[in-house]
């Protein structure tokens, strides 16, 4: 039997079909929300996995320390791909999902982002060119830091929090995937010797710009996007709306990026790329929670502004959903830190296995901070004390790093990083409970 009725979560047309007393909706929801998922899998599965696979092969045949150059150089382009992105993939997000129905208004949407990227992306230029040629350590290999800024552009291009608020992650899985296995096969094609340390960077960010292209040709022809010329107030209005998620995410890049930088200037490139390798072992790992959290946060956006008590359910489901599997996660990670170091990359790099040990349990406090951050704090509309809270943790791990670095090395920049996600994660916690948040099933949600 099916009836029709209206109901305070009403579809885009204002009316429920109800099933056998349960409604078609909360399926096709379920649907939408494993599909998005599948389709970030499939994205993590070429976004981690592939350069996993081909690490291996660059370290053996590029040596460690030019390795350490080629991460040193990423380092620093992410920061300006930091500020060309502007906490888009929050701020921007979080208003499509709001106004996705009108189509005047995901265009104006859509254009003013875009012209707001390319601004900030063209201003990191004109910072860049002076770092280059103003600052002695940037000079001896300044072509490097340029070959890198290729793939600010494509990340500038890359219409990520688009799709991510039009709930189409699929897009964004077959775009990025062609883009990164067409650069892994140029690798092992282009790249035979140390000398071909630029190639290979070179290769890598032209696969970032081909990738910013593609998904900016399929958003506007998929998703008619009328055409729209941005005022200097649309711009400033998506400025002022990002701002707080921006300054979370430069926050964030004081203790994740920031530390490949540090441990480049303080300790060499050779520890640069022993830490680097540990790090993006680690980081892997922690990806693997990436796609579940991608495909509900436009989901609790929208949920939060309907029923905060159903979002607090959802977001308790949410936290064994992605705790349990990125706690396993570390523990592989401490316990097979030797095997899994040399049979990836031999006897050369064996100092890895200390620094892949010191951060080994940061896939499980990453995925708990990520459910009380983004999933929680944000989606609550917290996004002051989250911007305020997740600046001085960057505070904290510059305070930590630097003695650390000087002293250790890559394992120092490891434990400043452990100490610091640690701190984060117990914030978070700390402001949810005096703002009268409970996510753990014992507590009552809201009070």
Same mark, same amino acid.
């Given at each position: 039997?099916? #009836?029709?009725?209206?109901?305070?979560?009403?579809s885009?047309?204002?009316?429920?079909? #109800?099933?056998?007393?349960?409604?078609?909706?909360?399926?096709?929801?379920?649907?939408?929300?494993?599909?998005?998922?599948?389709?970030?899998?499939?994205?993590?599965?070429?976004?981690?996995?592939?350069?996993?696979?081909?690490?291996p092969?660059?370290?053996?045949?590029?040596?460690?320390?030019?390795?350490?150059?080629?991460?040193?150089?990423?380092?620093l382009?992410?920061?300006?791909?930091?500020?060309?992105?502007?906490?888009?993939?929050?701020?921007?997000?979080?208003?499509?999902?709001?106004?996705?129905?009108?189509?005047?208004?995901?265009?104006?949407?859509?254009?003013?982002?875009?012209?707001?990227?390319?601004?900030?992306?063209f201003?990191?230029?004109?910072?860049?060119?002076a770092?280059?040629?103003?600052?002695?350590?940037?000079?001896?290999?300044?072509?490097?830091?340029?070959?890198?800024?290729?793939?600010?552009?494509?990340?500038?291009?890359?219409?990520?929090?688009?799709?991510?608020?039009?709930?189409?992650?699929?897009?964004?899985?077959?775009?990025?995937?062609?883009?990164?296995?067409?650069?892994?096969?140029?690798?092992?094609?282009?790249?035979?010797?140390?000398?071909?340390?630029?190639?290979?960077?070179?290769?890598?960010?032209?696969?970032?710009?081909?990738?910013? #292209?593609?998904?900016?040709?399929?958003?506007?022809?998929?998703?008619?996007?009328?055409?729209?010329?941005?005022?200097?107030?649309?711009?400033?209005?998506?400025?002022?709306?990002?701002?707080?998620?921006?300054?979370?995410?430069?926050?964030?890049?004081?203790?994740?990026?920031?530390?490949?930088l540090?441990?480049?200037?303080?300790a060499?490139?050779?520890?640069?790329?022993?830490?680097?390798?540990?790090?993006?072992?680690?980081?892997?790992m922690?990806?693997?929670?990436?796609?579940?959290?991608?495909?509900?946060?436009?989901?609790?956006?929208?949920?939060?502004?309907?029923?905060?008590?159903?979002? #607090?359910?959802?977001?308790?489901?949410?936290?064994?959903?992605?705790?349990?599997?990125?706690?396993?996660?570390?523990?592989?990670?401490?316990?097979?830190?030797?095997?899994?170091?040399?049979?990836?990359?031999?006897?050369?790099?064996?100092?890895?296995?200390?620094?892949?040990?010191?951060?080994?349990?940061?896939?499980?406090?990453?995925?708990?901070?990520?459910?009380?951050?983004?999933?929680?704090?944000v989606?609550?509309?917290?996004?002051?004390?989250?911007?305020?809270?997740?600046?001085?943790?960057?505070?904290?791990?510059l305070?930590?790093?630097?003695?650390?670095?000087?002293?250790?090395?890559?394992?120092?920049?490891?434990?400043?990083?452990?100490?610091?996600?640690?701190?984060?994660?117990?914030?978070?916690?700390?402001?949810?409970?005096?703002?009268?948040?409970?996510?753990?099933?014992?507590?009552?949600?809201?009070?």
């Amino acid at each position: 039997m099916c #009836i029709y009725r209206k109901t305070k979560y009403q579809s885009s047309t204002g009316w429920t079909l #109800i099933v056998n007393g349960n409604s078609m909706i909360k399926n096709q929801t379920r649907r939408k929300l494993l599909g998005n998922v599948v389709s970030l899998y499939a994205l993590l599965g070429l976004n981690y996995l592939i350069p996993l696979a081909i690490l291996p092969y660059l370290i053996r045949v590029l040596g460690v320390e030019h390795y350490g150059l080629i991460a040193f150089a990423q380092a620093l382009a992410q920061y300006f791909t930091i500020v060309a992105n502007y906490g888009f993939d929050f701020s921007a997000t979080k208003r499509l999902t709001l106004i996705r129905s009108d189509r005047t208004r995901v265009s104006s949407l859509f254009w003013t982002v875009l012209l707001t990227k390319v601004l900030l992306m063209f201003s990191g230029m004109v910072l860049l060119t002076a770092m280059v040629y103003g600052i002695p350590r940037f000079q001896s290999e300044k072509h490097i830091y340029f070959i890198a800024y290729i793939a600010v552009i494509g990340n500038a291009l890359f219409p990520a929090w688009f799709f991510q608020g039009m709930e189409k992650m699929k897009f964004i899985s077959v775009i990025s995937g062609v883009s990164r296995l067409a650069a892994a096969a140029s690798l092992f094609i282009f790249v035979h010797a140390r000398a071909d340390f630029a190639v290979a960077l070179l290769i890598l960010s032209l696969g970032t710009l081909l990738s910013g #292209i593609s998904g900016l040709y399929v958003a506007i022809a998929n998703f008619n996007i009328l055409p729209y010329r941005p005022s200097i107030q649309d711009v400033a209005s998506v400025l002022r709306d990002g701002w707080h998620l921006f300054v979370s995410t430069a926050s964030i890049s004081l203790y994740t990026n920031t530390n490949v930088l540090l441990v480049g200037l303080l300790a060499g490139n050779v520890e640069a790329g022993y830490f680097s390798v540990a790090e993006k072992l680690v980081r892997a790992m922690s990806g693997l929670i990436s796609p579940v959290s991608q495909a509900i946060f436009p989901h609790l956006s929208a949920l939060v502004s309907t029923s905060k008590e159903l979002a #607090i359910r959802f977001i308790r489901k949410s936290l064994l959903l992605i705790g349990l599997p990125s706690l396993l996660a570390s523990t592989v990670l401490l316990i097979c830190a030797r095997p899994i170091t040399h049979l990836a990359f031999g006897h050369t790099v064996m100092p890895v296995i200390v620094v892949i040990r010191w951060i080994s349990m940061l896939p499980f406090v990453i995925a708990i901070s990520n459910v009380l951050g983004i999933q929680t704090m944000v989606t609550f509309g917290m996004d002051k004390q989250f911007s305020r809270l997740l600046l001085a943790s960057g505070m904290l791990n510059l305070l930590l790093a630097i003695p650390l670095v000087h002293a250790f090395g890559a394992k120092g920049a490891s434990m400043s990083l452990l100490a610091t996600e640690i701190f984060v994660t117990a914030s978070m916690w700390f402001v949810l409970h005096r703002n009268r948040i409970y996510i753990m099933p014992w507590k009552g949600g809201l009070a």
